[in-house]
């Protein structure tokens, strides 16, 4: 509860979602397992955490916002997602990127005919500026099919 922005509710979630599921292997991973944490979380704790997994474990979530209650932590995207043949699955193993903003890449996609450049991911709604730089080197985009 030292961190910023981090009140005793949020305090308890993060750490009951650590004892029930293991260590958070970063960001992504923490935004994934607890409801609450998001980019306004980010901002201001940010720069105070350190993760002690390797990286982020399979496993359920309590966070997020499926309707299960949770989504799935991400392993991590194992090389560069096209996005002009990214699934949502695909897309979701991208660090703050969720279903909603999965979905939200998926429609942009459709209703503009694939993307030219990687750089058209700061005009997708609901893709903050912060997440599509941070995914320019995480994204290839060729030809749409």
């Given at each position: 509860?030292?961190?910023?922005?981090?009140?005793?509710?949020?305090?308890k979630r993060i750490v009951a979602?650590?004892?029930?599921?293991?260590?958070?292997?970063?960001?992504p991973c923490l935004d994934a397992?607890?409801?609450?944490?998001?980019?306004?979380?980010?901002?201001?704790?940010?720069?105070?955490?350190?993760?002690?997994?390797?990286?982020?474990?399979?496993?359920?979530?309590?966070?997020?916002?499926?309707?299960?209650?949770?989504?799935?932590?991400?392993?991590?995207?194992?090389?560069?997602?096209?996005?002009?043949?990214?699934?949502?699955?695909?897309?979701?193993?991208?660090?703050?990127?969720?279903?909603?903003?999965?979905?939200?890449?998926?429609?942009?996609?459709?209703?503009?005919?694939?993307?030219?450049?990687?750089?058209?991911?700061?005009?997708?709604?609901?893709?903050?500026?912060?997440?599509?730089?941070?995914?320019?080197?995480?994204?290839?985009?060729?030809?749409?099919?």
């Amino acid at each position: 509860i030292r961190l910023p922005g981090v009140g005793p509710s949020l305090a308890k979630r993060i750490v009951a979602e650590r004892l029930r599921n293991g260590p958070f292997g970063g960001a992504p991973c923490l935004d994934a397992r607890v409801r609450g944490v998001g980019e306004g979380f980010f901002r201001r704790a940010g720069p105070h955490l350190a993760y002690s997994a390797g990286r982020c474990a399979e496993g359920p979530g309590t966070g997020g916002n499926s309707p299960s209650g949770g989504r799935t932590a991400s392993a991590g995207c194992t090389g560069a997602v096209e996005l002009n043949r990214a699934t949502k699955a695909d897309l979701e193993c991208l660090p703050g990127i969720g279903g909603a903003r999965a979905e939200s890449i998926l429609a942009w996609r459709g209703r503009h005919g694939g993307f030219r450049e990687a750089g058209e991911l700061r005009q997708v709604p609901g893709v903050p500026e912060r997440v599509a730089e941070a995914l320019l080197e995480r994204v290839t985009v060729s030809l749409a099919p």
